[in-house]
């Protein structure tokens, strides 16, 4: 998995993995069970870089609230359990 080293935040792609994640989101908007509803966050990675598109989202405090619950399911799901330690600004 690719570390961030350089994040580039832009609301249009600016590489190949963002976008391909812009191609997935344009795959699932356009099928017709799709609806308003619902959110996207996809994640794409090389092994080398990273690419994530949002769609739906109002801004990223949601999306990052959406991953760390998703996140918490996969890892309970094998037995383990999830903290999040907050660090940083406050």
């Not at 609301?11 to 017709?32: F, G, M, Y």
């Not at 959110?39 to 959406?66: C, F, H, M, Q, R």
């Amino acid at each position: 998995m690719g570390l961030a080293r350089d994040v580039n935040t832009s609301n249009e792609p600016h590489s190949r993995l963002t976008r391909l994640t812009n191609k997935a989101i344009d795959a699932v908007v356009s099928d017709p069970e799709y609806t308003n509803e619902i959110k996207l966050l996809v994640l794409i990675d090389d092994g080398e870089n990273g690419g994530i598109g949002l769609s739906g989202y109002d801004g990223t405090d949601e999306a990052i609230t959406d991953l760390l619950t998703h996140l918490d399911a996969v890892v309970q799901s094998t037995g383990r359990k999830m903290m999040v330690v907050p660090i940083g600004r406050g």
